[in-house]
């Protein structure tokens, strides 16, 4: 049994809803459930009755550059899923909401504040026997006015870590050992998206990011336990800048999100250029 | 020369231009999926049967008949791979009872021609490393 959100001592909370939570709210006007995945093809094939899919590849990229959404396909983006800047938004999907947390930071960045994440993602939803449909809801077009996109308070650049690096600021190795050893070059299993050197970047904790996680039902641990991990094993320092980063962003995000919102970092981003740019950068310092 | 069974699913996702209806049929291939059955292994696949850079933890076996054709068995552990689910399911049924030259014929072209815009960035590696590992395991049998 896990424990009611509000009592796992988390600084940010509210940023995190559970599975009862959604469940008294899928028929509430002021509330998105928004599910994104790694594969697209989960989604339609069954989902949170009411939940839309807003999927990484061809909704949070820019389909040209390597570079997130302008806020013109952000508006466009949030009127097709029928949201307006008051809307709760609330994220959720596969594999630990590894996904959804990405796309909570990429709303982040749009200053969409109104932003929660379900807490154990798909699995806890279908392990709970909630229902699910194949139907795609559809919602009146909205008007949303964004505000530019603003990368600074969440996101790091190549320059701004490598500055980091110089003034021994905190960072956090997200990937696998093996990745972080440079023993491996991708994810294990996962396809290698391309870096030429591995490694690590230097002065980098690695702390991979599914720890934060119970296993069995993808809820996300106490901040006690959080705590242990992240502040008494590895020495992080919540009021201290902090940047992580993994692959291609999308397992920092999530560790973005767990320093943030549950243990009350004051300031940590999520360097989404992260080893595809790091591995391949030209003089970049690399630690093995 | 691609196998005709495989052109013509190939031709049939051809023909459908929604980005939905496209999912939905790639959904329904995914349904029809079976994994390998016990005869031919059983969990946990031995690894030199795991598809590199696959992320959904895909397997492939390429069993030969005595008739001189083989049969294709996949096993995919990721439950929310669909679309790994989805590409095993056709390669199964369209390269079943051929005979190892024309598996062989099988190329990673296909898996733009299936996925078009329903598949992530980095996910057109993994699926066509499914197809690759056919091709390696059918010029293996052939060579044999």
Redesign the interface.
């Known amino acids: 049994m896990t424990t009611p959100i509000e009592s796992r001592g988390y600084a940010r909370g509210e940023a995190l809803v559970s599975t009862d939570w959604a469940a008294t709210h899928l028929q509430d006007p002021s509330v998105r459930i928004i599910e994104s995945n790694e594969d697209m093809l989960l989604y339609p094939t069954g989902h949170i009755p009411g939940a839309v899919q807003v999927d990484w590849t061809a909704d949070l990229n820019d389909q040209v550059r390597r570079d997130y959404l302008s806020r013109e396909a952000f508006e466009a983006l949030a009127s097709r899923i029928g949201i307006t800047p008051e809307t709760t938004v609330v994220f959720y999907g596969d594999k630990n909401n590894w996904w959804a947390c990405y796309a909570f930071w990429v709303f982040q960045l749009f200053g969409h504040t109104q932003a929660r994440v379900m807490d154990g993602g798909r699995l806890k939803w279908d392990q709970e026997g909630r229902p699910t449909t194949r139907e795609v809801p559809k919602y009146a077009a909205t008007t949303y006015r964004a505000r530019e996109r603003q990368d600074g308070p969440h996101r790091a650049f190549r320059n701004e870590v490598l500055a980091h690096v110089r003034a021994k600021g905190q960072l956090v190795d997200v990937r696998s050992p093996e990745e972080y050893s440079g023993a491996r070059m991708h994810m294990p299993d996962y396809p290698n998206e391309g870096a030429l050197r591995g490694g690590h970047i230097p002065g980098a904790r690695s702390i991979p990011w599914a720890r934060a996680i119970n296993a069995d039902d993808g809820t996300f641990k106490t901040a006690d336990e959080l705590r242990e991990i992240y502040l008494q094993e590895h020495a992080l320092k919540p009021t201290e800048p902090t940047i992580a980063y993994c692959r291609i962003g999308e397992r920092s995000s999530h560790t973005w999100f767990v320093l943030r919102y549950l243990l009350g970092f004051s300031n940590v981003r999520n360097y989404d250029g992260s080893w595809t740019e790091w591995g391949n950068l030209v003089g970049a310092p690399i630690e093995k | 020369m691609l196998p005709s069974a495989l052109r013509d699913v190939l031709d049939t996702f051809a023909l459908v231009s929604d980005p939905?209806d496209r999912?939905?049929l790639?959904?329904d291939f995914?349904n029809r999926f079976r994994p390998v059955p016990p005869e031919i292994a059983t969990p946990p696949y031995p690894a030199d049967h795991?598809v590199p850079?696959?992320?959904?933890?895909a397997y492939v076996w390429l069993v030969p008949q005595a008739d001189g054709t083989a049969n294709l068995h996949f096993a995919v552990e990721n439950p929310?791979?669909?679309?790994a689910k989805?590409l095993a399911s056709i390669l199964a049924s369209t390269l079943s009872g051929l005979t190892p030259e024309e598996i062989e014929q099988v190329s990673p072209d296909i898996v733009e021609q299936i996925f078009r815009?329903?598949?992530?960035?980095?996910?057109g590696?993994?699926l066509m490393?499914m197809v690759q590992a056919v091709q390696a395991l059918a010029r293996a049998a052939r060579q044999r």
Do not use: D, F, R, T
Not at chain 2, 80 to 83: A, E, F, L, V
Not at chain 2, 117 to 123: D, L, R
């Open positions: 939905v999912a939905n790639l959904i995914a795991l850079y696959c992320e959904s933890e929310s791979g669909i679309s989805a815009q329903n598949i992530s960035m980095g996910k590696m993994g490393a």
